[in-house]
Structure formats: structure tokens, C-alpha cells
């Protein structure tokens, strides 16, 4: 019998998809994007500067990328297959749980390995500029490889012990913020707060922000056995992991009554989320005398709860680094990155709900009795609007409110008057670029639900057409400005940029918003009754919005006569 079989067909299978060649081809070409357009900004610099900039701008974007892989490609995977009841299948047969790990780690995260590997020779330019040593290169290219296997090796654990989706990715993002945030942080507390000269270093050895850090070569000549150490701790950790899925998975597809224990955890959670029957009863009324929909997509009524918690754990942090800082806290740079965060925290948590539903609907074959229903198109959008209004109206509100506090509390007098009026306009066109966002991601987040394969695929798509594709248009258009600048002598203004941002991202909203709202009015009830159809090219699903129009199922064979 083969070794590892799965793994042996999956490697196959993958070099026979042209994905598997685009993806490591893509992935090369955007950091060369990135690191040219690095390079023209920081031309008036010195060649050490502009070395150790891009050096740091490069390997830190690898190293975020590798530490969330887990998330996008393993935390799912057996969890998916156990709720479409296919993994016991696996089993019948004469595999081990290690060869149903394995082949699904290799066939999820194929694709990233390789971009990985694809983007680690184009790290080493740097080394040509000088101010990169090239031990340096060598443990940074050890520390966004191990960085990628810890990060799949966690996500397949939370798919092995997870059967919902929501469920697996939580967990994987939990234990990787335990190993990258968590643990520095108890590492440091008697640092800033107490009397100790150094931290406790075996909390410190399994954070890969740590592993970065002391890859570079001021850190690693101080104390190269703290590198090495927390270099083998998260590879450890990594095969731990893999071994414990490898443990879980022939023993988690089985359905298995819920002890006493587990039904009270149950009943609780429960009564928290949507209260006990006579609160149901009258939150179910109000919602349903308003929209039905409303009330399948707002029955949880603590989601709005949720938000809030979040942001109000943002607000002890930002209170926290004030009393800790105190003045050198409060500077443009720490609001440039609040805003930044706030943005991604509202946008990301948007685009995962506004489709949520009719995702869920469709991927558990209810849409069908939805259909069946005197439900207008209509009823199902502006269900969900309510929904999403009730759960983000007042966070967006608050965050808005955020934003045009630090507009005004940048000090003036520190600034040129040109410097100031970039600032205002940099603000106004986040407030303004953060609500059409919003309006475009919930059009785009219900057309993505009718047409994605599960909701993860349906919120990564909205995110990749509405947040990741206006920055990739941004680079290639500013590289070609600059060029085109660069030879007739002439230096952009900053409002330039500002408003070059501006313009793309409203354009790519109004292609993709317009495009979906018309497809949900006139195509909704068509696309989503065909649940299996075959599936469009990436080039169609990205700019047609993943349309299934026109396939249908195959034609019936005429009986003989």
C-alpha cells in the first residue's frame, strides 16, 4: 500500500490545476509590486535605509500571511466534511486518521505552501542594496515556512474537534492570538509593571512575532539560543498539533448523544443567546410583524452584543496604552493605526454576516422552503438590511464618531498647512470610503451567499473583491504615476494619492455593488435554486460575481422507444 495515499493523489490532482501555477506566479508578482513601489517612495533615502525598509515591509507582510493561512485554508476542512457526513466514509476504508490529515493538509494548503516558497527568493533583493546580512535572509526564510506549517497545523486541529464552521474558525484564531499575543504579553506584564529586567522567556518562545523579532541580526547576535529555541517550540508545537488531529478525526465524525453536562452547557447557552420562551415569543412577534426574513437573520438577539464587546476590549487597550504612555500616545502615527484597525475589525465582521444567512439557507438545502414562500426578493433584502442595521447600525456610528476625533485632535501646529489638509482629507475620505463600503459589501455579501459554496467562501469573496482588489489596483496605478513622475521630474502631492485612492475604491465599488444588486433583483430566485452547477473560471466569478446563469443540469437521455 502506497504511503500516505491521499497526499500522493492530491499532489496529483494539483499539478494538473492551473491554480497551482497562478497562485506561486501572482504571488511572486505582488511582492515584486510592492517592493518596487516600497523602492520609488523611499528613492531620496540611503541604499541601507531602503534595504532594511524593504526587508522589513516584505518579510513582515509573509510573515501576517503565513500566521493567518491557517485560518483561510485548514481551520475547515474536516469540518466540513463531517456535516456533509462524508468523513466516516474515509474511515470504512483501511486509512489511518495520519492519512486523512495529511492528504487534507496537503490539498488545502498546497496552494499557500507555494506562494510561500514562491515569495521567499524574491525576499533576498534586498541583500543586493546591502544592509541585509545574508544569515539575516536564511532565518527569515526559516521563520515564514515554520510560521505557515504552525499556522495549518493549528487549523487543521480546530477542524479535527469542530463541526461548524463559525466554530473551527474561532478556535484557530483563538489559539493563534493565545501564541502570538497572549503569551507576550504575560511574558512582559512584571516587565512593565513590576520590578524585572527581562521576561519570562518559555511564555515568549511560542509566539512567532517573537521568532521575527529575533531572525533580524542586532536580536540574534545578543542571544542567538532565544531564536532557536522558540524557532523548535512552535515546530514542536506544529507536529503536536497535527498529531493530535491525526488522534481526533477517527473519533469525532460520530454522532454522539450529549451527556447531562453538555445538554445543561446547552440549554444554557441557549436561553443567553435567544432567552427563555416568553422572551422568544415576544421578540419573535415584534421581528416577524415587521419582515419574516428579519426575524430568521436577527434571531440571535446577543449578535449586536458582540460587537460591542469587541470594541469596548479596543477601548480598555487604547485607554490602557494612554495611562501607560500618556502624551507619546496620543500622536498621528497611533491614530493612523486605531482607524486602521477599527476599519478592518467593522469591514471583516460586516462582509462575514451580510450573506451569512442565505448562505447557511442554501448550503443546508432550506432555501427551497424559503422559495416556497409568498416572500418577495424584496422581503429577503430588506430582512437582512434590518438585521444588519440592528447588529452594526450603532458600532459604525461609534467608529465614525472615532474617526473624526482624531481628524481634530491632530495638532495643527506640528503640521504644514499642506501636511494639515492631507490629514483632513485622508479622514473624510475613510469616513466616506468606510460607508460606501459598507452599502457595497451588503450587495455584494447577499449575491456572494447565492452563488459561494459554503459562508466562509461567500465572506472571503466579498472581502477579496471590495477590500483586497481596490489595494492591489492601488499599487500598479501608483507605480505607474510614479514612474510616469519620476521621468518628467515632478513630485506628487500627497492629496494626490489620497484622492487616487479615493476614486479607485468607489469605482471597484460601484462595479461590483451595482453589478450584484442588479443580479439580486432579476436573477434571485433563478441562481438560487441551482445549488450544483459546474463552476465558472476565476476570472468570471471575480468580475461576474460567480454566476451560475445559463448551466444547468445536464439534458435527459429520451428512453427508447
Request: glycine letters at 8%; hydrophobic letters at 50%.
Amino acid at each position: 500500500m502506497t504511503f500516505l495515499p491521499i497526499v500522493a493523489r492530491e499532489l496529483r490532482v494539483a499539478s494538473r490545476r492551473y491554480g497551482t501555477y497562478w497562485v506561486r506566479t501572482g504571488a511572486a508578482l505582488a511582492v515584486i509590486v510592492i517592493g518596487t513601489w516600497l523602492f520609488l517612495v523611499m528613492r531620496q533615502e540611503s541604499s541601507k535605509d531602503i534595504a532594511l525598509g524593504l526587508f522589513g515591509v516584505l518579510t513582515g507582510t509573509a510573515t501576517l500571511y503565513c500566521l493567518l493561512s491557517g485560518m483561510r485554508s485548514t481551520a475547515d476542512c474536516l469540518s466540513e466534511e463531517k456535516r456533509e457526513g462524508t468523513l466516516g466514509l474515509l474511515f470504512l476504508t483501511d486509512l489511518k486518521g495520519y492519512d486523512v490529515v495529511f492528504g487534507k493538509l496537503v490539498a488545502t494548503s498546497l496552494n499557500a505552501f507555494y506562494s510561500v516558497l514562491a515569495v521567499v527568493p524574491v525576499l533576498a533583493i534586498p541583500l543586493l542594496l546591502g544592509g541585509v546580512a545574508l544569515g539575516e535572509f536564511g532565518r527569515m526564510a526559516l521563520v515564514t515556512v515554520n510560521t505557515l506549517f504552525f499556522s495549518l497545523s493549528v487549523g487543521m486541529y480546530a477542524s479535527s474537534v469542530s463541526k461548524r464552521a463559525r466554530s473551527a474558525l474561532g478556535l484557530s484564531f483563538l489559539l493563534l492570538m493565545l501564541f502570538a499575543a497572549v503569551f507576550p504579553v504575560c511574558a512582559s506584564w512584571k516587565v512593565m509593571f513590576g520590578n524585572a529586567s527581562t521576561p519570562v522567556w518559555w511564555l515568549m518562545y511560542p509566539s512567532p512575532g517573537f521568532t521575527y523579532y529575533m531572525a533580524w541580526d542586532k536580536p540574534f547576535k545578543g542571544s542567538a539560543d532565544h531564536f532557536w529555541w522558540s524557532l523548535g517550540v512552535i515546530h514542536g508545537m506544529g507536529w503536536f498539533f497535527l498529531a493530535l488531529a491525526s488522534w481526533i478525526a477517527p473519533r469525532s465524525w460520530k454522532d454522539r448523544p450529549a451527556g447531562i453536562k453538555g445538554l445543561r452547557w446547552r440549554e444554557r447557552l441557549r436561553l443567553w443567546s435567544y432567552g427563555n420562551l416568553a422572551e422568544r415569543r415576544l421578540y419573535r412577534k415584534r421581528l416577524l410583524d415587521t419582515n419574516a426574513f428579519f426575524w430568521l437573520a436577527a434571531r440571535a438577539r446577543l449578535k449586536p452584543a458582540y460587537v460591542w464587546a469587541v470594541i469596548g476590549l479596543m477601548a480598555c487597550g487604547w485607554v490602557w496604552g494612554l495611562a501607560k504612555f500618556r502624551r507619546e500616545w496620543l500622536s498621528e502615527p497611533m491614530y493612523v493605526i486605531t482607524g486602521l484597525l477599527l476599519n478592518l475589525l467593522i469591514k471583516g465582521w460586516f462582509a462575514s454576516e451580510s450573506g451569512r444567512q442565505l448562505a447557511e439557507d442554501r448550503l443546508h438545502g432550506t432555501m427551497e422552503l424559503l422559495l416556497s414562500t409568498p416572500l418577495t426578493v424584496r422581503d429577503f433584502l430588506r430582512g437582512q438590511s434590518l438585521a444588519l442595521t440592528r447588529q452594526f447600525l450603532g458600532p459604525v456610528l461609534l467608529v465614525l464618531a472615532a474617526f473624526l476625533a482624531f481628524m481634530l485632535a491632530a495638532r495643527s501646529e506640528s503640521m504644514g498647512p499642506k501636511e494639515y489638509s492631507s490629514w483632513i482629507l485622508l479622514w473624510v475620505a475613510a469616513m466616506a470610503m468606510l460607508v460606501i463600503d459598507l452599502m457595497t459589501l451588503y450587495w455584494v455579501g447577499m449575491w456572494q451567499a447565492l452563488t459561494a459554496r459554503n459562508p466562509h467562501r461567500a465572506a472571503s469573496g466579498s472581502l477579496a473583491r471590495i477590500l483586497i482588489l481596490p489595494w492591489i489596483v492601488l499599487a500598479l496605478v501608483s507605480l505607474l504615476v510614479s514612474l510616469s513622475l519620476i521621468i518628467s521630474r515632478v513630485e506628487p502631492s500627497q492629496n494626490f494619492f489620497v484622492g487616487l485612492w479615493f476614486v479607485i475604491g468607489v469605482g471597484i465599488d460601484a462595479l461590483f455593488g451595482l453589478r450584484a444588486r442588479h443580479r439580486l433583483l432579476t436573477e434571485f430566485r433563478h441562481v438560487a435554486a441551482q445549488r450544483y452547477s459546474a463552476r465558472p473560471g476565476w476570472l468570471k466569478r471575480l468580475f461576474g460575481g460567480g454566476s451560475t446563469s445559463g448551466v444547468g443540469p445536464p439534458p435527459a437521455i429520451a428512453a427508447p422507444e
